[in-house]
Nanobody
């Protein structure tokens, strides 16, 4: 069974960098043609796609977040990590890591709440 688990701080101060790690089991992040996305949902709003790291290691980001976002991976641990810099209260959200075989999402992490507050 494929499982994804987000981990990281639940509270971050404004201007700091948020780092969240997704640990994957039951599937390798280097398996051909699988993509690994980060998606968030601010309170009272819809889902927002943030970025992706592909099986090859290539990355792509939302244009609105590109200047503050990066995604890296540790293949030895089967993990990928989201880095979001210069956070503001508007970055408060539930953050999800997700597996995408093609154009649909098939496995989601349970989500982790991140609050940006001083």
């Amino acid at each position: 069974q494929v499982q994804l688990q987000e981990s990281g701080p639940g509270l971050v101060k404004p201007s700091q960098t948020l780092s969240l790690t997704c640990t994957v089991s039951g599937s390798s992040i280097t398996t051909n043609y699988y993509y690994w996305d980060w998606i968030r949902q601010p309170p009272g709003k819809g889902l927002e796609w943030m970025g992706v790291i592909a099986y090859s290691g290539s990355t792509a980001y939302s244009p609105s977040l590109k200047s503050r976002t990066s995604i890296s991976r540790d293949t030895s641990k089967n993990q990928f990590t989201l880095h979001l810099s210069s956070v503001t209260p508007e970055d408060t959200a539930v953050y999800y890591c997700v597996r995408r075989p093609s154009t649909w999402y098939d496995f989601w992490g349970q989500g982790t709440q991140v609050t940006v507050s001083s």
